[in-house]
RNA sequence: GGUGGGGUACCGAAGCGGUCAAACGGGGCAGACUGUAAAUCUGUUGGCAUAGCCUUCGGAGGUUCGAAUCCUCCCCCCACCA
């Protein structure tokens, strides 16, 4: 067996550990799980730590599942009511983890024979328990003495103003029974989470031994965060997301180039499967050439590749090379469509732009790169906007359908990496 | 329930009758320098309009030529007391 121990301690992705856990992944193939929160149609960056953890242990031989919490993310919404709705909801989880399942596949080997990836949803026996057979069978194991006990708890409670709620006090039992239900339906010894998890891990292990005479374990993972102290995972338009549809190749490419040194070479050992010499070899390079990036660029790629596969890394690639790289003038309309496929774009009637043109205040305001027309101005006012990479010079600059590139697109730009695509249509 | 202190733009925080679209800091957005980095520096940061207008200072009224600033009532937070 692999050491994913070891893997996890040089790759930082070890927080804490309970006691055995290396012996128990050493001796035999084990089944590992970690949960994810089904609250939208995608993941986003900030569950990339948990699937790669996921990856490192199905490498190591050990199965790993992702449970999708579609039952307690019902819970997370105490304002649903009637029947109508739970349906409603409970379809939405099953979506949400289909839709989640489809994007583990990029990084999770669901086929092979040995240990094939997982993918539960806790809805299987989060929904249909009854309250009393749920107090009766689980709560009872639990004592509110211990529950209190835990620091998490304490500090809210402690807190009189945010307090804590009894939902909340509760979440630990209904994670709890999550473990020992995969305990039971696969055979799962394992659980894995952010370092913020530990408490409830402790008590599901707890929770296994008490029911079941069975010994489990757990494992986290620091939480994430950048060298500035902004969150990870966001950038200037947002949430960075796994699915295509929401944050395109190009822009995920983007972030990754964009990351700044100080954090490059711990996100190089978080999310890349480079090992121990390439990252040292790349780590090496920021500090003799930091102006090639080499880091950036490997963990774009390696990244991009992963999650996009090798055409949508090549369509990143392309459209980066043209929009930093080179120069856009020569580009031929047909190239200029292909690159931009991936960075947003609107369309405008041809007619718009005849007479006296088009103010680029207005192109601004309605591609959305500016949010009120004061703002155009004052863009436009610090040389921060382009049309076809040539800076606007004056607030007054019109465009007229001669600016267009083989009359049928205009390029916008706001700031350095801003772009919007303008197509002209009949 | 009682007493005292508060609620100001994205956030924190000044202002306490006109000169307030509201100091200052953070954040955001641009610019310079770089390496599509960080740090630093500069500009900008309610809306519309070529020095004017409109909507903002918890809510509703009122006093005044004029209110974020004064008065009344209401709502919400905080501190101490019960």
């Known amino acids: 067996m692999k050491n994913l121990l070891d893997e996890y301690r040089a790759r930082d992705l070890l927080q804490d550990a309970t006691e055995g856990v290396a012996e128990h992944l050493l001796e035999a193939p084990r089944t590992i799980y970690i949960g994810f929160d089904p609250t939208a149609r995608s993941l ?7 699937i ?27 304002s649903g009511k009637a029947a109508e709705r739970q349906l409603l909801t409970k379809e939405l989880a099953a979506e949400n ?31 249909d328990i009854t309250l009393v057979d749920f107090l009766r069978d689980v709560g009872k194991h639990f004592s509110v003495n211990q529950m209190m006990a835990k620091e998490s708890v304490k500090r809210r409670i402690r807190d009189e103003e945010s307090g804590i709620s009894f939902t909340e006090f509760s979440y630990a039992l209904l994670q709890s029974y999550d473990f020992l239900e ?9 659980q894995m989470g952010g370092s913020d998890q530990w ?26 965060t950048n060298a500035s102290g902004a969150k990870f995972g ?42 121990r010499d390439e990252i040292a070899e790349l ?5 003799k050439e930091p102006h090639r990036r080499a880091a950036q660029r490997a963990l774009a790629e390696d990244v991009t590749r992963r999650l996009h596969g090798q055409a949508g890394l090549a369509a990143a690639e392309r459209a980066t090379k043209a929009l930093f790289g080179g120069d856009i003038e020569g580009l031929s309309a047909d190239e200029i469509a292909d690159v931009f496929a991936d960075v947003p774009s609107s369309e405008l009637v041809r007619e ?21 027309r004061g703002d155009a101005r004052r863009s436009i006012e610090g040389g921060g906007v382009y049309v076809n990479s040539v800076r606007v010079q004056g607030i007054d600059v019109t465009v007229s359908t001669e600016e267009a590139i083989e009359g049928r697109f205009l390029l916008l730009r706001k700031g350095k990496k801003r772009y919007h695509l303008v197509a002209l249509t009949a």
């Open 199 to 224: 408490g409830n891990i402790t008590t599901g292990i707890d929770l296994v031994r008490r029911m079941e005479g069975g010994r489990a374990f757990g494992v986290t993972y620091p939480l994430v």
């Open 283 to 287: 780590a090496d390079a920021l500090v």
């Open 52 to 78: 790669m953890g996921l990856v490192h242990a199905q490498r190591a031989g050990h199965t790993p599942i992702a449970l999708v919490g579609g039952g307690t993310g019902l819970i997370g919404d105490p």
């Open 44 to 50: 986003h960056l900030g569950s990339l730590v948990p």
């Open 182 to 190: 995969l305990y039971r339906r696969e055979g799962c010894t394992v």
């Open 234 to 275: 966001k950038s200037e338009t947002g949430n960075v997301w796994l699915d295509p549809a929401l944050t395109s190749p190009f822009r995920f490419y983007q972030y990754w180039i964009n990351v700044e040194d100080a954090d490059a070479v711990r996100y190089l050992k978080f999310f890349t499967l480079l090992d």
């Open 97 to 127: 983890a289909e839709g989640i399942r489809s994007q583990l596949e990029h990084f999770l080997d669901f086929e092979v024979k040995s240990n094939p990836a997982l993918v539960r949803n806790n809805l299987d026996w989060l929904g």
């Open 352 to 372: 718009d732009l005849q007479g006296g043109g088009k103010l680029v205040i207005d192109l601004l305001l309605e591609s959305g790169l500016a949010s009120s």
